[in-house]
C-alpha cells in the first residue's frame, strides 16, 4: 500500500535522488513524553535520530520505528554509542545562523541570553537585543513560503500558518517566558548549534527495536492492545488526509486500554485545543503537542 506521506521520498526537497538523513538530533523535548507515560509498558516511537528512543528506554520497552532507511541506519548509530551527525535540517539552521550578524546579533550577546534563568528576564533581553527590526524582517523572509521554496517539497508547507515567521518568532518568545535559558539545551542547539556533550547511551539502549516501515503499515500488522504509549513526531506534517485516517485507526487498533498518545505539528491549532501541550515542550518549534489518550485519535 502507498505509504501517501512526503516523509517517503526520504529528502526535504522535490528532487529525485538519495534517500538522506534528514535530522542529526531531534527537536522535540522528551519530559513531555517522560510526564505522559506512566513507567512500564510498550512504547512506539518514529526513529528520527534517536533521540526519543534513548530517553524513554530506560524506563519503557521501545520499538522505533522509520519509513527512511538512511534515517533508521543513522538512529541506529546513535543508538549504538555513534556521535551526532549533521542531516539536512542542521544544514538549515547552519545556513540561518550564519545570518546572525546581518540581524544585528552578537555571538556574545547571545552566550549571554542563554544564560539567564529568569524568565521575565530573558523576555526583556530578546526585546531589547534580539527581536530587533533587522531579525524580525531577514526571519521573516527566510521562512516565508517563498523561501522555503528553495528547500522544501511542497507537502512540507502546504499546512504552515500564514506569515509563519512571525508564528515561529511567537513561539520562540513563548518559550523564553515560560523555560530558563540556563537549563534548556534545546535553547542552545537552535540558537548556536550546539548540543550536550555525548555521553554512553543507557545500558538498556541495547534492548531498542528498530524497525524500517511506515508508522501505520507497521502498527496494523502489529498485534492488537499492545502498545502502551505511542509518540509520533509530526509525520502527518506533510502527509495526505487518508494517511491521518488510516495511521489513527491502526493506532487505535493497537493501542492498550489507556494509552496515551503524543503528535506534533509545525501547523497551528484550528481552534481551541485543551490537549496542546506546544508551550511546555521547550524546543519551542511547535504550533501543536498534542498528547491525549490514543483511543480519541
Not at 538522506?20 to 516511537?45: H, K, N, Q, T
Amino acid at each position: 500500500m502507498t505509504a501517501a506521506t512526503a516523509w517517503d521520498a526520504g529528502r526535504f526537497d522535490a528532487k529525485v535522488g538519495p534517500k538522506r538523513i534528514l535530522f542529526g538530533r531531534m527537536y522535540e523535548d522528551a519530559e513531555i513524553e517522560r510526564a505522559a507515560f506512566g513507567p512500564g509498558g510498550r512504547v512506539f516511537c518514529i526513529a528520527s535520530a534517536g533521540c526519543i528512543a534513548l530517553s524513554l528506554c530506560d524506563r519503557h520497552e521501545v520499538v522505533a520505528c522509520d519509513i527512511n532507511p538512511a534515517q533508521l541506519a543513522y538512529a541506529e548509530r546513535r543508538i549504538a554509542g555513534g556521535a551526532i551527525e549533521v542531516g539536512a535540517a542542521e544544514k538549515v539552521m547552519a545556513f540561518g545562523r550564519r545570518l546572525m550578524p546581518l540581524a544585528g546579533w552578537s555571538p556574545d550577546a547571545v552566550r549571554v541570553f542563554l544564560s539567564l534563568e529568569d524568565t521575565e528576564e530573558q523576555v526583556v533581553f530578546w526585546r531589547d537585543h534580539l527581536d530587533t527590526w533587522r531579525f524580525r524582517s531577514g526571519f521573516d523572509a527566510l521562512m516565508s513560503v517563498t523561501g522555503l521554496r528553495a528547500v522544501y517539497a511542497p507537502e512540507f508547507l502546504a499546512f504552515l500558518p500564514r506569515r509563519f515567521g512571525a508564528v515561529l518568532r511567537a513561539r520562540m518568545e513563548r518559550c523564553w517566558a515560560h523555560h530558563p535559558n540556563a537549563t534548556n539545551p534545546h535553547a542552545r542547539a537552535l540558537l548556536l548549534g550546539e548540543t550536550a556533550e555525548r555521553t554512553a547511551p543507557p545500558r538498556e539502549a541495547s534492548s531498542i527495536g528498530l524497525v524500517l516501515a511506515d508508522a501505520a503499515s507497521y502498527l496494523e500488522s502489529a498485534p492488537p492492545r499492545s502498545f502502551h504509549a505511542f509518540t509520533l513526531s509530526n509525520i502527518l506534517d506533510g502527509a495526505a488526509a487518508s494517511y491521518r485516517a488510516r495511521l489513527f485507526a491502526a493506532v487505535r487498533r493497537a493501542a492498550a486500554p489507556d494509552a496515551v498518545a503524543v503528535l506534533r505539528s509545525f501547523g497551528e491549532p484550528a481552534g481551541p485545543m485543551a490537549a496542546n501541550q506546544a508551550e511546555r515542550d521547550r524546543s519551542m518549534l511547535w504550533g501543536i503537542v498534542d498528547v491525549r489518550r490514543a483511543a480519541e485519535l
